[in-house]
Every structure is written in structure tokens, then in C-alpha cells.
């Protein structure tokens, strides 16, 4: 089993849409854990932090679940320049060693 | 301004020579990473530091090697063992805290034909 597990969609929705992404992680004392937002051929940008009681920022919101080990991320009203691939990051044993899933890719539709 | 800085954006070389790509960073970060990201896929860790003169193997190291010997500097070369080398290149780093997220330079293309 990965470490980091995503969706790679890709998730179609039209503009003000409300989407939702999961992201599973294998080990339990995993202790960070991020939100990145990466367009095509560029960086990846960090869009969200994630606490264990949640975070909101706007249109976003990112949860934990530690019991089912996941996190997600919520984009309500959907724009066109919310497009992209999203990355969640963890470091499994809380080592600092970051890792990545594969990303989900969103398009939000005109 | 602080940041990451990656150099250069664009590299060609050919196959059976070794290259380094550069990664300095003004953010008096501890910690330092190498990412390696192929076409429709996400990053894949191939060395990370923590500390200076110290490092440690990702999922993927086969083939490159790295060296800390200054904070700021964190350079990765692709040996000619490296059976793949053409990817998008990723710096990133980080102070070594549980809320402090990793801060990415912009990348190099390397192509080797």
C-alpha cells in the first residue's frame, strides 16, 4: 500500500460546483500534513495547512480524520481558475521525510 | 526576498554524463529536499537533509547523489547510473516543525538524449 493515496481523477465539475478530495496515509504517526496546488509545469504552491481541527480559508476547507486516516479538501463555488492538480503531503512517522500522493486533477467547466 | 532558488530552469545533457542541478535557499531552512516529478504523475522523494553534512536516502535514490556542506546549498547530481534522468527537477525546503510547510523552488527541466 502507498504511504500516500489520491484519486487521480480527473474530476470534471462546472463552475460554482462544490467538490470534495480525499487523501488516504498509511501510517498513523504521520504528523503534518499539507494541501499543495500545482499548475501545469510549474511548482507546486501551498494552498492549505491541515489541523487536527480543521482548517478553513475561504472558499477552501481541509479536514483530518485520524481514525480513518484521511484528509480532505473542500472547494465550495468552484471558479474556472480553481483548475489544477492538488497534491496532499505527509510525513509518515513524523520524520520530516515528506511525501506526496500522485495528485487529483480538477477541471472546473464553463 | 527570500526564497528558493533553482538553476538552471532548462538542461540538456547527453546520456553517460553526470550533471548537477543547483538549489540554494535564503530562508535559514534546516531542512532540504529533492523531488523528482515524471509527466502525470506526483513527486517522488529521491534525498532529503536535515542537518548540515548529513542526508538520508528517499523512495527513488538510485543513481544521484547530493551533498550539505553549507546550509543554504543543496546540490543534486544525476549520475549516468541513473537509467531515466529526463524529469521536471524540485527543490524545496523547510524548517523542521510540525506546522511548517515545505517552500518549493521553481524547478529544472532536465532532458537527456
Known amino acids: 500500500r502507498k504511504e500516500v493515496e489520491q484519486d487521480p481523477g480527473p474530476f470534471n465539475v462546472p463552475e460554482g460546483a462544490t467538490v470534495a478530495f480525499n487523501c488516504t496515509y498509511s501510517?498513523?504517526?504521520?504528523?503534518?500534513f499539507f494541501w499543495y496546488r500545482q499548475d501545469c509545469r510549474k511548482e507546486p504552491k501551498l494552498l492549505m495547512s491541515?489541523?487536527?481541527s480543521g482548517n478553513e480559508d475561504g472558499r477552501f476547507t481541509a479536514q483530518l480524520n485520524r481514525a480513518s486516516q484521511y484528509i480532505s479538501l473542500l472547494i465550495r463555488d468552484s471558479k474556472l481558475s480553481d483548475s489544477a492538480t492538488y497534491l496532499c503531503?505527509?510525513?509518515?512517522?513524523?520524520?520530516?521525510?515528506?511525501?506526496f500522493g500522485t495528485g487529483t486533477r480538477l477541471k472546473v467547466l464553463a | 526576498d527570500g526564497g528558493i532558488t533553482q538553476s538552471p530552469k532548462y538542461l540538456f545533457r547527453k546520456e553517460g554524463q553526470n550533471v548537477t542541478l543547483s538549489c540554494e535557499q535564503n530562508?535559514?531552512?534546516?531542512?532540504m529536499y529533492w523531488y523528482r516529478q515524471d509527466p502525470g504523475q506526483g513527486l517522488r522523494l529521491i534525498y532529503y537533509?536535515?542537518?548540515?553534512?548529513?542526508?538520508q536516502k528517499g523512495d527513488i535514490a538510485e543513481g544521484y547523489s547530493v551533498s550539505r556542506e553549507k546550509k543554504e546549498s543543496f546540490p543534486l547530481t544525476v549520475t549516468s547510473a541513473q537509467k531515466n534522468p529526463t524529469a521536471f527537477y524540485l527543490c524545496?525546503?523547510?524548517?523542521?516543525?510540525?506546522?511548517?510547510?515545505?517552500?518549493f523552488g521553481n524547478g529544472t527541466r532536465l532532458t537527456v538524449t
Open positions: 524545496a525546503s523547510s524548517k523542521l516543525d510540525r506546522e511548517s510547510p515545505l517552500h
Open positions: 501510517n498513523s504517526a504521520s504528523q503534518s
Open positions: 491541515v489541523y487536527s
Open positions: 503531503v505527509s510525513d509518515p512517522a513524523g520524520t520530516y521525510k515528506y511525501i
Open positions: 530562508l535559514n531552512h534546516d531542512a
Open positions: 537533509s536535515q542537518i548540515v553534512n548529513d542526508f
